[in-house]
C-alpha cells in the first residue's frame, strides 16, 4: 500500500492494512536501535516540535529520541513557557509554529479534538500524542506491537487473541485507541472495571464488558492495566482506592491464576498497589519496559510515514 495520511490523529480513522504498514515500518524501524550507530537521515533536514500542553515521560522523550534517530531537528514547547500563558490561542501557536517551517507538530492536549483541529488547518503534520479523553494513537500502536512481537504475530493478525483492558476505560484515551487498534486486527477485547467506570455503552465498540476480573483472568492471552485517571474524573466514582484494588487490582493471588504465557501490559505512569502489585509490574511476565523500547520505533515508523506522505 501506499501512505497518504499527513497526520495522525486517532485509529479509529485508520484501517486495518494501514496499522499492519506501521507495524511493520516499526519492526524495520527497531532495527536502527540494535545498531551501534542508532540514526538514519531518513528525515534529515525536516523540523519537529513537540508541543505538549499536559505532562508527558513517556511520549514526549521518546517522539524526541525517534525524530533524532531519524536525525531531524526537534524543538520541544510546553504550555507553561509559551504565549499560551498570554492568552495567545492554540491555532495561533500552531500557525506561528508553522510560520517558523516546522514540518510536524507533535500535539498532547487536554481537549479532545486538539489534534484534528490542527490537522484540519495546517500544512504541517500533525501526530497526536493524546488529546483529553479522546485518543493516544501511538500507544495504541506500540501495544499493538508489543503484543503481536511477544506471541509471534508480526504479521498483524491478532485472531485468536483475547485481551482484557481492565480500570478506568471511560476516561482513557489509551483504551479507546487500544479498542480500536485491537479489534481492527481481530483481537477479541473484554473490558472490565467498576460499572461507573465501564459503562454498558461501550459494547457498541465491539467489545465484551465484565465488572468481575475474575470471570476472566485465568483465560485471557493479555492483560493490559489502566491507571485510574484522577486528573479528568470530577466526581468519585468508586468508594476508595483500597476498595478498587481489592475488586479490580492485579494482585499476587490473581497474577497466580493467570495463564503461563499471559503478557502484562501497562501504558504508565503505574500506580503501583493500586490497578497493579508492585512485585507484578516488575515481574518476568511483565512487558511494560518493552512497551517503552517499542514506543520509539514506532513514533520512528509515523514521523517517517506522515512526513513523507504526498501533500494534497
Ligand atoms: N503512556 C503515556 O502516555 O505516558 P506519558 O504520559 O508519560 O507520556
Known amino acids: 500500500m501506499t501512505w497518504t495520511r499527513k497526520d495522525l490523529v486517532s485509529i479509529a480513522a485508520l484501517s486495518a492494512e494501514e496499522i499492519r504498514f506501521i507495524l511493520q515500518h516499526a519492526s524495520n524501524f527497531k532495527t536502527v536501535g540494535a545498531r551501534d550507530i542508532k540514526k538514519v537521515p531518513a528525515l534529515r533536514g525536516k523540523t519537529l516540535v513537540n508541543f505538549f500542553v499536559e505532562p508527558s515521560t513517556r511520549t514526549r522523550i521518546s517522539f524526541e529520541l525517534a525524530a533524532f534517530r531519524l536525525s531531524a531537528d526537534v524543538v520541544n514547547m510546553s504550555a507553561s513557557t509559551s504565549s499560551l500563558t498570554k492568552g495567545e490561542t492554540l491555532k495561533d501557536t500552531a500557525r506561528n509554529l508553522e510560520a517558523l517551517l516546522a514540518d510536524i507538530i507533535v500535539l498532547r492536549h487536554s481537549s479532545a479534538g486538539a489534534s484534528q483541529f490542527l490537522a484540519e488547518r495546517l500544512k504541517a503534520s500533525v501526530i497526536n500524542a493524546g488529546d483529553g479523553a479522546h485518543e493516544h494513537p501511538?500507544?495504541?500502536?506500540?501495544?499493538?506491537?508489543?503484543?503481536?512481537?511477544?506471541?509471534?504475530?508480526?504479521?498483524?493478525?491478532?485472531?485468536?487473541?483475547?485481551?482484557?483492558?481492565?480500570?478506568?476505560?471511560?476516561?482513557?484515551?489509551v483504551a479507546r485507541s487500544n479498542i480500536h487498534a485491537l479489534i481492527k486486527l481481530g483481537a477479541k477485547v473484554t473490558l472490565c472495571g467498576p460499572p461507573t467506570l465501564v459503562p454498558r455503552s461501550l459494547e457498541s465498540l465491539g467489545v465484551s464488558i465484565t465488572h468481575n476480573i475474575d470471570d476472566i483472568i485465568g483465560s485471557v492471552d493479555v492483560v493490559n492495566l489502566l491507571r485510574i485517571q484522577h486528573e479528568r474524573q470530577r466526581k468519585e466514582y468508586f468508594p476508595s482506592l483500597g476498595e478498587y484494588t481489592s475488586l479490580f487490582g492485579l494482585t499476587k493471588a490473581r497474577a497466580a491464576q493467570l495463564k503461563d504465557d499471559c503478557l502484562i501490559m501497562h501504558p504508565g505512569p503505574i500506580n503501583r498497589g493500586v490497578e497493579i502489585d508492585s512485585d507484578i509490574a516488575d515481574s518476568g511476565r511483565s512487558v511494560i519496559l518493552d512497551q517503552v523500547t517499542n514506543g520509539l520505533a514506532v513514533r520512528m515508523a509515523v514521523l517517517y510515514l506522515c512526513a513523507n506522505a504526498p501533500q494534497s
Open 138 to 173: 501511538t500507544q495504541a500502536l506500540l501495544d499493538t506491537f508489543t503484543v503481536c512481537e511477544a506471541k509471534g504475530r508480526m504479521d498483524g493478525d491478532l485472531r485468536g487473541l483475547h485481551v482484557a483492558i481492565i480500570g478506568d476505560i471511560l476516561f482513557s484515551r
